[in-house]
């Protein structure tokens, strides 16, 4: 017994009903064995039956994201047509995803999996840029149950799925009377991030011992809470980082990075805070560089709500904003005086993911070049990870006490 969801209510449909989950109990991981591109069909051949499949259009730029329940990743790839290269990767344990990089407007017209589950085909066909973008808000569309008189208008869910995706919601340390502070390591899992120039280190191997260490002397000064995002090498997307801190109620979201630029003598620290305008060329371009682990891996992040909830969340960002500026500010002010240096004197402003919680005040650190080799060393030594840990903490403590209207940056026990 199935029934049918309109379009613009797949991806809600896909979500509640477990299509985003793991994949069905005792099922054995799976591999693409072949993959091919011939004109506008493309075929997906596996080694072992999948549990599932479904898709995303998604624009700017113009991907094709299929996500397979019981597929292990590999090197698999394949070109052609309208795709103009493919990306195989993993959403979370037991689900791999597929990136179509398309040529154009293309939309997926047909889809079928074959009754032993071991081969998906997808038929691909022109569309005008509207009906893109309509597919695109259309959301995900289960091609389990895909025939080509729904197309890209509704999608048919069996009621047998498996569990609701559950997002991933951290233990919080520290005295429950305090404010939270939600501390973010950037990338991780299949998504390393930023790379050294010989290629040897990785961004998420950083960002996670920096954010611990972070954690730490947050802990240890015993003013506020604290919560990880992530604590080991797990790939989060964008949109669960800060929803995680949103469901905490946490007080402040601070995302650790690094930057890179391969090629340059470009080193030192930046605070990022959010704007929808990006304050120059350089914070667009990390804007894209960082959205894009959320963008590749599937996730819409174009809500809709009517005019009145648009004004509330207006409102209440731009108090969030406000105060993730002064943040900003007082994080780079204390982290000077622990001798961090900065690439420039002033924070700036850029349109990231990460950082669009309505109602978290929230900064990104880019704490250094990992291209460069004089901020590379620093960025994996013990020393220069505990200057930014209390560095850090110093900012928070007077970040609440500001808050909180204390003359003072110390907080009462």
Known sequence: MRFAFSARRAFTAAVSLGLLGAPLAGAQASTISAMSVDGNVVTMAFDSAVDGASGLILDTPRRLAVDIQGLTPGAMTASGGPVLQTRVGMVRPGIGRVVFDLAGTSVVRQASLSDDRRTLTLKLADASPREFANAARAGRISYAAFTPSQGQGAVTVPLDAPAPYQLPIPAVEGRADKPLVVIDAGHGGHDPGSLSVDGRYREKDATLQIAKAIRDELLK???????????????????????????????????????????????????????????????????????RSDIINGVDLGDTSNDVGNILIDLTQR????????????????????????????????????????????????????????????????????????????????????????TDVAMAD
């Open 221 to 291: 000064s015993g003013r506020v809470r604290v919560a990880l995002t992530r604590s080991d090498d797990r790939f989060l997307i964008l949109q669960e980082r800060r929803e995680i801190a949103r469901r905490l109620h946490a007080d402040l979201f601070i995302s650790v990075h690094c930057d890179s630029a391969p090629g340059s003598n470009a080193s030192g620290a930046t605070v990022y805070t959010l704007s929808e305008v990006s304050s120059d060329q350089v914070a667009a371009r990390l804007a894209a560089k960082e959205n």
């Open 319 to 406: 108090e969030t904003m406000n105060a993730s500026s002064r943040f900003a500010d007082i994080l780079q002010r204390q982290l000077t005086g622990q001798g961090i240096q900065f690439k420039t004197t002033y924070h700036r402003f850029a349109g990231l993911a990460v950082l669009k919680a309505p109602d978290v005040p929230a900064v990104l650190l880019e704490s250094g070049y990992i291209t460069d080799p004089g901020d590379l060393r620093k960025l994996f030594s013990h020393g220069y990870q505990h200057d930014l840990a209390v560095g850090v903490t110093q900012a928070v403590e007077a970040h609440f006490a500001r808050r909180l209207g204390r």
